[in-house]
T-cell receptor, first 112, second 110 residues
């Protein structure tokens, strides 16, 4: 069966520090991968999605970047965090032909 | 106008009540409709998945899609305290991106 792993669960980082959140998927090949941010009362905001290795589409210009170095690995990064980067970050995957997304357990990031 | 509109609530009901959650949308190209349940500090989990118009039932949950009105609903029968969560609707066309509502927070009171 397919599983998605996302870590860490919580993270407190100072302003200006770098960020690296990792997401891996098991049990499937060539998944579509997504990074979302969820803010209270604002729903899920799509940040990046990837349909294959090295293929990244950015939905919202911001202080973040994403990379997909391997088929089932998706990384969210920042060189210098801002206070506004605080939030709940979710990784998700879907099959190429499946329109339902499966989410990871999320990372709660607090920038102080 | 947002692609998907959802009343954020909060919604409080007594145990055993029938709950009705709704979303409206503006894009007539949407064909795939989903409901996700999200417990506090957890990722959303897919609850119901419907293609095009009609009803789908799974245990105590029923999803309805009315494409002519651009309106979808999730009904929960015999609600339980364990149903307390935020419910998000989501929908898409054939393109990659899934559009989410902002979520409705539901509390079922024992």
């Amino acid at each position: 069966s397919q599983t998605i792993h996302q870590w860490p669960a919580t993270l407190v980082q100072p302003v200006g520090s770098p960020l690296s959140l990792e997401c891996t998927v098991e049990g499937t090949s060539n998944p579509n991968l997504y990074w979302y941010r969820q803010a209270a009362g604002r729903g899920l905001q799509l940040l990046f999605y990837s349909v294959g290795i090295g293929q990244i589409s950015s939905e919202v210009p911001q202080n973040l970047s994403a990379s997909r170095p391997q088929d089932r690995q998706f990384i969210l990064s920042s060189k210098k965090l801002l206070l506004s980067d605080s939030g709940f970050y979710l990784c998700a995957w879907s099959d190429q032909g499946n329109y339902g997304y499966t989410f990871g357990s999320g990372t709660r990031l607090t920038v102080v | 106008q947002k692609e998907v509109e959802q009343d954020p609530g909060p919604l409080s009901v007594p145990e055993g009540a029938i709950v009705s959650l709704n979303c409206t949308y503006s894009n007539s190209a949407f064909q795939y409709f989903m409901w996700y349940r999200q417990y506090s500090r957890k990722g959303p989990e897919l609850l119901m998945y419907t293609y095009s118009s009609g009803n789908k039932e799974d245990g105590r949950f029923t999803a309805q899609v009315d494409k002519s009105s651009k309106y979808i609903s999730l009904f929960i029968r015999d609600s339980q305290p364990s149903d307390s969560a935020t419910y998000l609707c989501a929908m898409k066309s054939g393109a990659n991106n899934l559009f989410f509502g902002t979520g409705t927070r539901l509390t079922v009171i024992p």
